[in-house]
């Protein structure tokens, strides 16, 4: 489990001051064993059911963000106007349910070795993360 002073030093790492709204915010995020799948909407809902304060959504957004940005946090684009964040950023696979909107973690085990045949010029390949989206037969 996470302290107040590793949320307190995440927040600064990641250029925001340590106000009580985003350590509640960080407690929600990190105070967990399991990886956590979530979109902002979702977060907001889950702050505000477990803490029972409200914290605005752009606090939340610019948090998350941040958080993102300074790898905290991993960011999955479902398509263009959706996307969740994983609170485990180690290079991995989801499934993604297209009726339930679940989002879950695909062991590495679970997936054949892949190969990629074609490269960009004066690119390279940083990873390689698979979507599987899954609905019922």
Known sequence: MNSVSNFVEKLRNSGLRPTK???KICEVLFNTDKTFHFTINEL???ISEKI???ISLATIYNT???FKREGYLKEITINSDKSYFDTNTSHH???FDNL????TDLNDEDVEKIQIKKSL?????SSVEILVKVENE
Do not use: D
């Not at 339930?100 to 989002?103: F, N, P, Q």
């Not at 010029?121 to 390949?125: F, S, T, V, Y």
């Open 100 to 103: 339930t909107k679940e989002l």
């Open 93 to 95: 696979h989801h499934f």
């Open 21 to 23: 709204q985003r350590i």
């Open 121 to 125: 010029p004066g690119k390279k390949i």
């Open 44 to 46: 907001s809902k889950i």
């Open 52 to 54: 029972e304060e409200k």
């Open 64 to 66: 998350v963000h941040a």
